[in-house]
């Protein structure tokens, strides 16, 4: 049996898995998030977000997705079959110029250039916390590694004077 005491490990906040207290990351492979007393951002930004930025971020998703490019062009090479008469069975609903297609893909526009809008505004957000996270981080390291500087120095003096005391002493 051993004389150590037992480490109290460190419990995910994402996963919930308990992790040795020596663990940088989770050990779950799922979630494999870094362990410690820092925020966790991504966690943070996704529990306060709001519907609509939800909502943003899927509409953005989407629109950098190629489907995005092939379902707009079907649906105007559909709607220029079907107001140009090449349909007979179908009656023309909007002659060209197609305008009642340019309304429509005007209010498109609008409607997705303020969802990216939104979702590129939470987007600055979770890079500003990453960037103050980062910061953090860096200002704790410098103060260590200052910190141990110091240590090592005060180790470096005591150990020369007890070297040149060791020296007088034995000759």
């Not at 109290?8 to 308990?18: D, S, W």
């Not at 050990?27 to 925020?39: D, R, V």
């Not at 943070?44 to 490019?69: C, G, M, W, Y």
Request: hydrophobic share 45%; with cysteine.
């Amino acid at each position: 049996m051993s004389d150590e005491a037992p480490s109290v490990g460190i419990t995910c906040p994402a996963c919930r898995m308990e992790n040795p207290a020596d663990a940088v990351f989770c050990g779950n492979t799922a979630c494999h998030k870094a362990l410690g007393e820092f925020a966790y951002v991504a966690e943070q930004i996704s529990a306060n977000a709001t519907r609509l930025e939800k909502t943003a971020d899927q509409v953005a998703r989407f629109t950098a997705h190629p489907h995005f490019v092939t379902i707009h062009v079907a649906w105007f090479v559909a709607w220029i079959a079907l107001n140009s008469g090449a349909l007979g069975f179908v009656m023309a609903f909007d002659a060209y110029p197609y305008s009642l297609l340019g309304i429509l893909l005007a209010v498109e526009a609008i409607l997705i250039t303020g969802f990216l809008l939104i979702s590129q505004a939470r987007q600055s957000r979770h890079a500003e916390l990453r960037a103050e996270l980062d910061y953090e981080v860096n200002v704790r390291s410098y103060r260590k590694l200052q910190q141990l500087e110091t240590t090592l120095s005060t180790v470096a003096t005591r150990l020369d004077s007890l070297e040149s005391g060791y020296k007088v002493s034995t000759r």
